[in-house]
């Protein structure tokens, strides 16, 4: 091999190691520069909190003329409230503060008018009420809106009006649409002589 060949052969071998030098040094800042964006993220502000759905629970008291609501949650504390009924029993809602609940109060005349053309027979019910609710879970504060069956049965009296008392509460769907119609639908689709 001639000097010059041997020359030009150094100097290709100084080329490609400068080349994987400036490969290297590439890596090198592109590792940098992204360990430096994972610490900027894990600093920057914590992501949201997720607040648990808030579910409704009852109990019975005063014989069945009211329903005492509470959050299912143990961290959950039920703010205000709005209680819809469907629209053949009470056009307007009740607000409550404070203390959750329902009377039976609240609906009775109104159902008692919506079932007056209809063969409901004695026994057990449902009501399909619609309940949009403020509530606390640790720091932060949260709206649900749930469409709920009340429980309710009616026992017969002679020459009086049916008795109205309320059993319980479920869960039927969670927000999302019009829950106000679906309701109303609910209520007249359970009535034996509407369909």
Same mark, same amino acid.
């Given at each position: 091999?001639?000097?010059?060949? !041997? ?7 100084? $080329? ?20 430096? !964006?994972?610490?900027?993220?894990? $600093? ?14 009852? +109990? %019975?008291? *005063? ?13 959950? /504390?039920? !703010? $205000? ?5 469907? +629209? ?7 607000? +409550? ?18 079932? @007056?053309?209809? @063969? ?8 399909? /009420? %619609? ?11 949260? $709206? ?15 020459? *009086? ?10 869960? %039927? ?6 829950? !106000? ?7 007249? @689709? ?6």
């Amino acid at each position: 091999m001639s000097e010059s060949e !041997q020359a030009r052969s150094r100097r290709r071998w100084i $080329t490609l190691g400068e080349i994987v030098g400036i490969c290297a040094l590439i890596v090198s800042a592109l590792s940098y520069w992204d360990t430096h !964006q994972e610490r900027k993220a894990a $600093t920057a502000a914590p992501p949201p909190a997720r607040i648990a759905p808030l579910t409704l629970t009852g +109990t %019975v008291d *005063r014989g069945g003329d009211r329903i005492a609501l509470k959050a299912a949650g143990a961290d959950q /504390v039920v !703010q $205000t409230q709005s209680v819809r009924f469907p +629209t053949m029993v009470k056009a307007d809602a009740v607000e +409550t503060t404070g203390n959750p609940h329902i009377d039976a109060i609240w609906f009775e005349a109104g159902l008692r008018s919506a079932l @007056k053309d209809v @063969k409901l027979h004695s026994g057990r019910h449902r009501l399909p /009420v %619609v309940i949009e609710t403020t509530y606390v879970a640790g720091a932060l504060t949260a $709206t649900d809106l749930a469409l709920y069956d009340l429980g309710y049965s009616l026992h017969a009296r002679l020459l *009086r009006p049916d008795v109205v008392t309320i059993e319980g509460i479920s869960l %039927v769907r969670r927000g999302g649409g019009d829950l !106000q119609a679906l309701a109303d639908a609910r209520f007249v @689709k359970s009535l034996p002589n509407v369909r």
